[in-house]
Nanobody, 115 residues
Framework: QVQLVESGGGLVQPGGSLRLSCAASGSIFSINAMGWYRQAPGHERELVATITTGGSTNYADSVKGRFTISRDNAWTTVYLQMNSLKPEDTAVYYC?????????WGKGTLVTVSS
């Protein structure tokens, strides 16, 4: 089993920054990639960013240049640095881990961007 626990969400003003963390535990030795998705009210869940074991990253067009995904060497924590936040970034952010043929999800952390 794999457990993913997100933290770092909260209320921030437009233009502000937040850093999300995802703590991974359990059977994580065969990780292929990890990432972040988000789901805004009334919208489907969408990809935000991913990072592979080789270090390759992928970002949604809407966050390129503003968000940065990174990880520690042991793959126990994945981060999402979010800068220049906009109201449209408001969503529940979910950590995801791709391990062999399975996908694991955290329970999410709420990010609200509002003045």
């Amino acid at each position: 089993q794999v457990q993913l626990v997100e933290s770092g969400g909260g209320l921030v003003q437009p233009g502000g920054s937040l850093r999300l963390s995802c703590a991974a535990s359990g059977s994580i030795f065969s990780i292929n990639a990890m990432g972040w998705y988000r789901q805004a009210p009334g919208h489907e869940r969408e990809l935000v960013a991913t990072i592979t074991t080789g270090g390759s990253t992928n970002y949604a067009d809407s966050v390129k240049g503003r968000f940065t995904i990174s990880r520690d060497n042991a793959w126990t924590t994945v981060y999402l640095q979010m800068n220049s936040l906009k109201p449209e970034d408001t969503a529940v952010y979910y950590c995801v881990a791709f391990i062999n043929i399975r996908t694991y999800w955290g329970k999410g952390t709420l990010v609200t961007v509002s003045s």
